[in-house]
């Protein structure tokens, strides 16, 4: 089991900046990939970035060049840099975890609107 805990969320402005972070209850460090999701209202949840153990990072199309996801091993935490923010980037923005035997955790969720 792990526990997952977002924050840094809130409202920004169309071409501001935000940065997520997702601290987890027990070491990452044998966790296989942990990434970020998001749901904007009346739609799917969608990947937003993912990153390995090893640091291999993939990214939506829609957020590639926009975001950065980075993750530290030694402080149990990933984090996801946002940046270039557009108002179609408003959702609730999701942490989750998959270990190596297949065991998928999620965050609570943190709302993130981009509005002038």
């Known amino acids: 089991q792990v526990q997952l805990v977002e924050s840094g969320g809130g409202l920004v402005q169309p071409g501001g900046s935000l940065r997520l972070s997702c601290a987890a209850s027990r070491s990452i460090f044998s966790i296989n990939a942990m990434g970020w999701s998001r749901q904007a209202p009346g739609k799917q949840r969608e990947l937003v970035a993912v990153?390995?153990?090893?640091?291999?990072?993939d990214y939506a199309a829609s957020v590639k060049g926009r975001f950065t996801v980075s993750r530290d091993n030694a402080k149990d935490t990933v984090d996801l840099q946002m940046n270039s923010l557009e108002p179609e980037d408003t959702a609730v923005y999701y942490c989750n975890a998959v270990t190596y035997a297949g065991h998928s955790f999620w965050g609570q969720g943190i709302q993130v609107t981009v509005s002038s």
């Open positions: 990153i390995s153990r090893g640091g291999s990072a």
